[in-house]
């Protein structure tokens, strides 16, 4: 079996600042790694770079795809990097209003990623959304309510259904709980576990929470200053952390 995608040696940088350093990074078909890091550390511009969205100064990123053919991502063309967007990837923000269509109702959110893959028969469009709809712990009932109705919480799983409804076989996660209640992200983690397991999904998570990352994790990837300062299996970084920036983020959180 080979990678899913691939990151070699990315460099990306603003200014002065380097927000990627010779980053190397694999992930495989299934598995979920979580980049951690605090603020500035460059997780976020490892999201970006990997799905495309910001083009980095050096390095190559490589996709194989469905067929089983190894894309450079940076080398596609707008239009064939959007086609596999809409087909084989998806991409939950952290802010759900990022992600969604606030004009258009909820069925309609859900019903426009299958038509983007190509999906016609409004009936069946209808019935997919009102099952995703239930699958997400939202009334089906609310399907033509707009999203501007629903609580931060309810727009993030909603928003998580038009990401899967069209089972991607890669899912980029910045930050998917930020912004929302304990008891709130607590419900949404558990929600977000059981789909990515039960659809055998390969997930980036990027993420400052550390509880986030043990849940839903296999493996965790640590990045300090725009480098990979230690990566390994989730359980084996949070309980035995080598790196002393590891050491400290970890002892942050038993702290607080």
């Known amino acids: 079996m080979s990678p899913l995608l691939e990151a070699e040696g990315l460099v990306l940088r603003f200014g002065a600042l380097r927000a990627l350093d010779d980053v190397r990074l694999s992930l495989w078909p299934g598995e979920v790694v979580a980049v951690v890091g605090e603020s500035g550390s460059g997780k976020s511009s490892l999201l970006r770079a990997l799905s495309g969205l910001?083009?980095?100064?050096?390095?190559?990123?490589?996709?194989?795809?469905?067929?089983?053919?190894?894309?450079?991502?940076?080398?596609?063309?707008?239009?064939?990097?959007?086609?596999?967007?809409?087909?084989?990837?998806?991409?939950?923000?952290?802010?759900?209003?990022?992600?969604?269509?606030?004009?258009?109702?909820?069925?309609?959110?859900?019903?426009?990623?299958l038509m983007a893959a190509g999906a016609r028969h409004y009936g069946s469009i209808r019935a997919a959304a009102a099952e995703w709809m239930a699958r997400v712990e939202l009334d089906p009932a609310r399907m033509d309510d707009p999203p501007r109705h629903f609580s931060g919480g309810m727009q993030q799983?909603?928003?998580?259904?038009?990401?899967?409804?069209?089972?991607?076989?890669?899912?980029?996660?910045?930050?998917?709980?930020?912004?929302?209640?304990?008891?709130?992200?607590?419900?949404?983690?558990?929600?977000?576990?059981?789909?990515?397991?039960?659809?055998?999904?390969?997930?980036?998570?990027?993420?400052?929470?550390?509880?986030?990352?043990?849940?839903?994790?296999?493996?965790?990837?640590?990045?300090?200053q725009g480098r990979i300062v230690e990566e390994g299996l989730a359980d084996r970084v949070l309980d035995d952390p080598q790196h002393a920036y590891t050491q400290l983020l970890v002892s942050s959180v038993l702290a607080a």
């Open 54 to 113: 910001v083009r980095p100064e050096a390095g190559r990123v490589l996709y194989r795809d469905a067929a089983g053919e190894a894309l450079d991502v940076h080398a596609l063309s707008e239009a064939a990097r959007r086609r596999i967007a809409r087909s084989e990837w998806g991409h939950m923000h952290q802010n759900p209003r990022d992600g969604l269509r606030m004009g258009v109702s909820a069925g309609a959110n859900i019903g426009e990623r």
């Open 157 to 224: 799983r909603l928003q998580i259904a038009r990401c899967l409804v069209t089972r991607p076989r890669l899912v980029f996660m910045d930050e998917p709980t930020g912004g929302l209640d304990v008891s709130v992200q607590a419900r949404l983690l558990d929600l977000i576990r059981a789909l990515v397991e039960e659809l055998g999904l390969a997930v980036l998570l990027v993420t400052h929470d550390i509880a986030a990352a043990r849940l839903l994790a296999h493996r965790i990837v640590v990045m300090r």
